[in-house]
């Protein structure tokens, strides 16, 4: 079953526009979420993260808000950049259950108009 | 340190054939996960490591796919009698337990293709 989910297959914004992706999640046990972005043909590449016990992480353009009675964690990108066009993914894990593995949605994929 | 490197690349290979990959993690990290990824979908769990011992391998990882971190360093991941449905881009990621850092980075992939 799909513990993570991104309902938004895609996303296209104009270029200095706020990106806003979404992330619902349904196992109470997740205590940690991650944010990362993947370019065609490479890994994904860690973005941010934000633990239970916050609701807000920022780390320059890139903010992840959490809002733990909804089950649901939100991106934002601002401003967006044409270097920001890629696949985005949100994953989760249940740290106090010493449990590390990561759960994934299917991806959002974000198209940055010039 | 360059990252995670994983190799190789792309592999194509016919039905029934063994194939391994191998995935190179940061040098400080203990722990080493290998994940699955097929077309549309996230990257699903298959296994980890803590430095040398395998402590959990998922439910799709079926008897014909094996695993191994020999002295806690690099991983292999084999698979034996491929089938089409093991084609997948394999992902292999490392971490550091320790200091509140959880983050895992992902090396660029091994694409498997079953023909």
């Known amino acids: 079953d799909q513990q993570v989910k991104q309902n938004s297959p895609s996303l296209s914004v104009q270029e200095g526009r706020i990106s806003i992706l979404n992330c619902d999640y349904t196992?109470?046990?997740?205590?940690?979420f991650l944010w990362y972005k993947k370019y065609p043909a490479e890994g994904p590449t860690f973005l941010i993260s934000i633990s239970s016990i916050k609701d807000k992480n920022e780390d320059g353009r890139f903010t992840v808000f959490l809002n733990k009675s909804a089950k649901h964690l939100s991106l934002h990108i601002v401003p967006s950049q044409p270097g920001d066009s890629a696949v985005y993914f949100c994953a989760a894990s249940a740290r106090g259950q010493n449990d590390y593995k990561l759960s994934f949605g299917a991806g959002t994929t974000v198209t940055v108009r010039a | 340190d360059t990252g995670v490197s994983q190799d190789p690349r792309h592999k194509i290979t016919k039905r029934g054939q063994n194939v391994t990959f191998r995935c190179d993690p940061i040098s400080e990290h203990n722990r080493l996960y290998w994940y699955r990824q097929t077309l549309g979908q996230g990257p699903e769990f298959l296994t980890y490591f803590q430095n040398e011992a395998q402590l959990e391998k998922s439910r799709l990882l079926s008897d014909r796919f094996s695993a191994e971190r020999p002295k806690g360093s690099f991983s292999t991941l084999e698979i034996q009698r491929t089938e089409q449905g093991d084609s997948a881009m394999y992902l292999c990621?490392?971490?550091?337990?320790?200091?509140?850092?959880?983050?895992?980075?992902f090396g660029p992939g091994t694409r498997l293709t079953v023909t």
């Open positions: 196992n109470s046990m997740f205590d940690y």
């Open positions: 990621a490392s971490s550091f337990i320790a200091g509140g850092t959880y983050e895992q980075y």
